[in-house]
């Protein structure tokens, strides 16, 4: 057996850790391929918004090991290192423990630059096809997450692209905008980035919503997610996701410094639908108009998975199943097709509201080394 994990994001990094320290694998049988450095990604996104401290807890990380980050923390002596009563790991120090685990377990050696355009399986064998080579493996792990599907609203298709651009889009440094659109986390980390240079509008669709976490902890454990495993309608299942899901909140402590930047005079916050955008005005349903130089969209992922030309190719060529939701239907020990395995939001059906976020990499990974256990070990 020799595995490729295809995206070395947050989830990629925990999945190899764990592959590797159950022995499912050698380091010489795995290959992850990340076109840049491993979870840059996510550290482009979170610097480019000054994000400080994460919203998960403090045991939500890349190590298998839940007190892994704490012990780190101890040792390199961080100061502040949580934050709150969730105990919210600061982001920098996050940063370094992934790099630290890294380091430790040579995945560096394991690296491939490349980035996977296309998936193809004959005689037992995946091929992948990079952008600058070919690469062939016995199993496959799709990690990519969803961050590189952009959710870009209809009401900018007649605004020139140069006069937006979404937080995602990590290439571009967030400096220039005048107006952030979206109502949660990210906004709100953008928004305080960019009021510390000038005023900023933030437009909303609703009242600041408030939760602390992403989804309950209940969705963690078999609390909630015994009804859900046992809820069979993929329909049902997608709307539990949509329910728990907090999705355009954030918590208390990040509405209150937008409530003082608002005070402040820094924050400008309107909530209302917006009809239509132009080069210059943005129209809100009831008539409101506001100028802009540059809009900011921190309007989370698309839920197209077709959007990616990766997971395009793959659904069609081998007419994987998907629920009507568009998102995969998978084993319960995530595998979407023969020895393709799956996580994040690919395998959402499966392991419930939290399957997006950090906790889901490690969740994703037991169930994946779970069932690579059964399959022999061979070098590459
Ligand atoms: C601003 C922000 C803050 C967040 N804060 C939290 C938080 O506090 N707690 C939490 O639990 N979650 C948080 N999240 C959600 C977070 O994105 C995920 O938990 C985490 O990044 C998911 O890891 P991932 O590996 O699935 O995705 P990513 O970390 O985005 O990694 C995916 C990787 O796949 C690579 N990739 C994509 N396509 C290909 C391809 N075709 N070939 C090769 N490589 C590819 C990308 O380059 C990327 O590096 C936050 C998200 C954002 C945007």
């Given at each position: 057996?020799?595995?490729i994990?295809?995206?070395?994001?947050i989830?990629?990094?925990?999945?190899?850790l764990?592959?590797?320290?159950?022995?499912?694998?050698?380091?010489?049988?795995?290959?992850i391929?990340e076109?840049?450095?491993?979870?840059?990604?996510?550290?482009?996104?979170?610097?480019?918004?000054?994000?400080?401290?994460?919203?998960?807890?403090?045991?939500?990380?890349?190590?298998?090991?839940?007190?892994?980050?704490?012990k780190?923390?101890?040792?390199?002596?961080?100061?502040?290192?949580?934050?709150?009563?969730?105990?919210?790991?600061?982001?920098?120090?996050?940063?370094?423990?992934?790099?630290?685990?890294?380091?430790?377990?040579?995945?560096?050696?394991c690296?491939?630059?490349?980035?996977?355009?296309?998936?193809?399986?004959?005689?037992?064998?995946?091929?992948?096809?990079?952008?600058?080579?070919?690469?062939?493996?016995?199993?496959?792990?799709?990690?990519?997450?969803?961050?590189?599907?952009?959710?870009?609203?209809?009401?900018?298709?007649?605004?020139?692209?140069?006069?937006?651009?979404?937080?995602?889009?990590?290439?571009?440094?967030?400096?220039?905008?005048?107006?952030?659109?979206?109502?949660?986390?990210?906004?709100?980390?953008?928004?305080r980035?960019?009021?510390?240079?000038?005023p900023?509008?933030?437009?909303?669709?609703?009242?600041?919503r408030?939760?602390?976490?992403?989804?309950?902890?209940?969705?963690?454990?078999?609390?909630n997610?015994?009804?859900?495993?046992?809820?069979?309608?993929?329909v049902?299942?997608?709307?539990?996701?949509?329910?728990?899901?907090?999705?355009?909140?954030?918590?208390?402590?990040?509405?209150?410094?937008?409530?003082?930047?608002?005070?402040?005079?820094?924050?400008?916050?309107?909530?209302?639908?917006?009809?239509?955008?132009?080069d210059?005005?943005?129209?809100?349903?009831?008539?409101?108009?506001?100028?802009?130089?540059?809009?900011?969209?921190?309007?989370?992922?698309?839920?197209?998975l077709?959007?990616?030309?990766?997971?395009?190719?793959?659904?069609?060529?081998?007419?994987?199943?998907?629920?009507?939701c568009?998102?995969?239907?998978?084993?319960?020990?995530?595998?979407?097709f023969?020895?393709l395995?799956?996580?994040?939001?690919?395998?959402?059906?499966?392991?419930?509201?939290?399957s997006r976020?950090?906790?889901?990499?490690?969740?994703?990974?037991?169930?994946?080394?779970?069932?690579?256990k059964?399959?022999?070990?061979?070098?590459?």
């Open positions: 057996m020799n595995i994990i295809i995206g070395g994001g989830h990629g990094i925990t999945i190899a764990r592959l590797l320290q159950d022995h499912v694998i050698t380091k010489e049988a795995l290959q391929m076109p840049g450095p491993y979870t840059q990604q996510w550290q482009q996104i979170t610097s480019n918004i000054d994000m400080d401290y994460l919203r998960s807890p403090l045991v939500h990380h890349v190590h298998p090991n839940p007190y892994d980050l704490k780190f923390a101890k040792t390199n002596e961080y100061t502040q290192a949580f934050s709150g009563y969730y105990q919210r790991p600061q982001l920098e120090m996050f940063n370094d423990h992934i790099q630290n685990a890294i380091k430790e377990n040579d995945l560096e050696d690296h491939v630059y490349d980035k996977a355009v296309a998936l193809t399986k004959e005689n037992h064998l995946w091929t992948v096809t990079g952008e600058s080579g070919t690469y062939q493996a016995s199993h496959i792990i799709l990690a990519t997450g969803l961050n590189h599907v952009h959710h870009i609203p209809d009401f900018l298709s007649a605004v020139s692209p140069a006069r937006y651009q979404h937080i995602f889009d990590y290439q571009q440094p967030l400096n220039k905008a005048d107006v952030v659109i979206g109502g949660g986390i990210t906004a709100c980390h953008a928004v980035k960019l009021a510390a240079d000038r900023v509008t933030l437009i909303m669709r609703h009242d600041i408030c939760h602390e976490l992403d989804a309950e902890p209940g969705w963690l454990g078999p609390k997610m015994k009804a859900f495993n046992q809820t069979q309608s993929y049902t299942r997608r709307e539990m996701i949509k329910e728990a899901r907090h999705r355009g909140s954030m918590p208390m402590h990040l509405k209150q410094s937008l409530k003082y930047l608002e005070v402040k005079g820094k924050v400008n916050i309107i909530k209302g639908d917006i009809k239509k955008v132009d210059q005005i943005i129209t809100l349903t009831d008539g409101r108009e506001i100028s802009y130089h540059r809009i900011a969209l921190a309007t989370g992922c698309g839920s197209d077709c959007q990616d030309p990766l997971f395009s190719q793959l659904i069609q060529t081998y007419q994987l199943p998907t629920a009507s568009g998102f995969p239907v998978v084993s319960h020990n995530l595998e979407w023969d020895q395995y799956v996580s994040g939001p690919l395998a959402e059906l499966e392991l419930g509201p939290v976020n950090i906790i889901g990499g490690r969740k994703a990974a037991e169930r994946i080394a779970e069932a690579l059964q399959a022999p070990v061979s070098s590459f």
